[in-house]
């Protein structure tokens, strides 16, 4: 069937809709701290490429999948623009465990240098000791802190790009200590390391509790998206009478407004789901710049 002229406008209208709301997706959930830019290796493709190639292909099925089904472009641009943000909007299931698995490492390591220092031993030896007993997600920012301290690197700073591979406020706490009694090598240390495993610890049942209730909201919320997006389907293909008005230039301006009320929905549960994690302290080894 030929595009209508008068068709256009409703078409431009929807765009401009749909790039608003992605720009308030952005908006209300923020953009993640860049680390520190470093030339791609091995022809890797630079983050915002892999996301694309990762998702873009995705929400280009999508939205041909339900311009075919409903031959409508808004639906088709709204299709696309869901299985972009699905991961930030209902997702994060994984990147929770991630976190909980980092703190429980974290707390584990300091038990272990705590542990290993209890001998007379200097942080420059507990430090290699523990990479044997240390987590999973701790073993590659160990072993890049070990190689540093290899080469010669002053301890200090070392560990401070310790923390920006770590990356998380609760390992802050931990090297913080760590670079002070570094640079001051007074008594004590193993109290303040106990001190703050017990804290991470307590830090750890904390978000077990809230992401236990943060599951079963997601859940909740991909239960209304998934008999939403059921329902639709369902009157498209069996009642094409129903939603006819839907395809004339003024329907698809009215279902701009219908996509626009659902993505707000659905960045306000995302946000009553969300809880604030404190912020980092550390980043000096961002600033010092150079090599590892």
Known sequence: MPLRPDLLPA??????????????VVAVRGLPRRPPARPPAGGRLPPALAFLS??????????LLALAITRWPIAALGAGLLTMTWHGLLGGAGDE???????E?????????????????GLEQAIPSSLRAAGQVMQEP?????????????????????ADDLDDPVADLIVAALILNARVRGPGLREVLTALSRSA????????????????????????????????????????????????????LVLVLVLAMFAAGFVWLKRLSGFDVPGRFLFGGERAGGGR
């Open 11 to 24: 078409l431009l209208a929807g765009g401009v809709a749909g790039a608003g709301l992605l720009l308030l």
């Open 54 to 63: 990762r998702r873009g292909w995705k929400a280009t099925i999508a939205a």
């Open 97 to 103: 465990r991630l976190s909980i698995a980092r703190i």
């Open 105 to 121: 490492a974290l707390a584990s390591w300091t038990e272990s240098v705590r542990d290993t220092i209890a001998g007379a031993v």
């Open 142 to 162: 160990l072993r890049l802190l070990v190689d540093r301290l290899r080469t010669r690197m002053p301890l200090p700073v070392a560990l401070e790009r310790f």
């Open 201 to 252: 610890r307590e830090e750890l049942d904390m978000r077990r509790r809230v992401i236990a209730q943060r599951r079963s909201t997601r859940r909740s919320v991909q239960i209304v998206v998934g008999v939403t997006l059921v329902m639709v389907a369902a009157l498209v293909l069996f009642n094409r009478e129903y939603v006819a008005p839907y395809a004339a230039p003024a329907g698809q």
